[in-house]
């Protein structure tokens, strides 16, 4: 059954590591969010990454670095600096892997996310009661969080592969900086709603997705 898929792009680009710019960038997941956000038209709107759909990934290795940006619209590489690559951008229109999407088929998935749970206090009478505050979770609480967040997203998981990615940190002028675990998902899983597949995948899973959080990448599964 053929599928008609708005566009869907996915830009790698690999990032020099010799570059100023790039080691800012990779210091502070804000400085990337906005060194992303420059490869889009301006005038997107409150809302500019959603606006564009624009979700990214940082990859690393112990000797290369890339950039994984996801977006609606194409990215626009001569905003990047002079020097900010190490080759080549690549480009996929991911539209034929939306359409090739189809309930019962196997696939590889990795996403970065940050596996959380709400924990509220003690209520006291006469008093409100607080939201609830934000707790990370590790080991065996968060590949349950990412079991339940795979089903939601149309996918049964066969394996799961959790790696603890390096501590990321978000710097602000006059205020106090902010850190971040991530946890990379990996594995294998069987598709069972495609509609809900493809809004993952569009949309994105979880918090920090401005922050290089949230990509779901799929490919077909090849034994």
């Known amino acids: ?44 709107g409150p809302h500019p990454r959603a606006a564009a759909g624009v979700l990214f990934r940082l990859e690393r290795t112990e000797s290369s670095a890339a950039l994984l940006v996801q977006s609606a619209i194409p990215v ?16 996929r229109d991911l539209a034929p892997l939306l359409d090739w999407a189809q309930a019962g088929r196997t696939v590889q998935y990795r996403i970065d996310a940050q596996p959380q749970r709400s924990v509220r206090e003690p209520h006291r009478p006469g008093v409100e009661r607080p939201r609830g505050k934000p707790v990370s979770l590790i080991g065996q609480d968060a590949v349950d969080w990412w079991h339940r967040q795979a089903l939601l997203a149309g996918l049964q998981p066969h394996t799961i592969l959790d790696l603890r990615q390096p501590i990321a940190t978000v710097l602000r002028e006059n205020a106090h900086s902010g850190s971040f675990r991530i946890t990379r998902f990996e594995g294998t899983a069987t598709i069972t709603d495609p509609d809900a597949l493809r809004t993952a995948l569009r949309k994105g899973i979880g918090q920090g997705r401005s922050y290089g959080l949230g990509l779901l990448s799929i490919a077909p599964h090849r034994p």
Do not use: W
């Open 1 to 44: 059954m053929t599928v008609l898929t708005a566009p869907l792009n996915l830009a790698r680009i690999p990032l020099n590591r010799y570059c100023r710019e790039v080691r800012a960038d990779l210091k502070d997941r804000g400085s990337l969010h906005r060194r992303v956000q420059s490869l889009f038209p301006d005038r997107l």
């Open 76 to 91: 626009n590489r001569n905003a990047l600096p002079a020097g900010y690559t190490s080759a080549d951008v690549e480009y």
